[in-house]
Every structure is written in structure tokens, then in C-alpha cells.
């Protein structure tokens, strides 16, 4: 057998592959692993999140993607629709440190309470509220 619907022509999927192709199609896989990433959690908690593997999905992406457009594809438009993008995930990935920094645990418990909590959500205990990390 000659040729396959995977395999044909020397093309994998009809795609011939190179290194940066091999980038490019990563940043492609973490692209679409994040919109999964995202929907899983939702799922699983029953309400809109936003874990930080998706923030660190998006910046994974969006670098490998803009790594292919510069030195492979070397296309104006793909090099401008990337070249910024990153900024909100780097300040989105520091945001959502800082938020679980700021959480407090309970010393009755043990939980880990959010922010500006005065009891603990789980057993009811008064919390001591650290002091905010930054002014
Ligand atoms: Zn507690």
C-alpha cells in the first residue's frame, strides 16, 4: 500500500512538516488544549472559571505561534496578530497570584478562604486576616 489517508506524497495530513511547522502546529494544540482546559473546569465547578492553565496555555500559544510567524511563515498579519497578545496573559497569570496569595487558611479547618474573608466558609471559625501584601 502506497499511500494512506494520513500519509501520502511524503505529507502527514497533506501538511508537509519542517521544525517550525512543528512549532506553529504546537502553538495551534495550545491554543485549542486551553479552550478545553477552561470548559473542564467550568464543568466541574458548575460556574464561569478561568484557571491559570489557561492563562499559561494562551501565553505558551501565543509565543510559539508568533515564534513561527517571524521566522517561518514571516507574514505581517500573523507576526501583528501575536505580537501583543501575551501582555494580558503575563498580567492575568500575576493577578491570579496575588488573588490566592491574598487567601487566607483557616487555622480551625484548614481551608483556604478568599480574600477579605472575616469567617471561615466552611466551619465558621474567626479568621485573622493577614495584612495585604502591597499597599
Ligand atoms: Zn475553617
Redesign the pocket.
Known sequence: MDSNIFWHDGKFFGIEWHFWKVIGWAGNAAFTARFLVQWHATEKKKQVVVPSAFWWLSLAGSWLLLSYAIFSAKNSVFIFANAFNWIPYIRNLIIHRRHKQAHTD?P??G?SCPPQSNY?F??G?KLVVKEPARA
Open positions: 483557616c480551625g479547618c481551608k471561615c466552611s466551619c471559625v
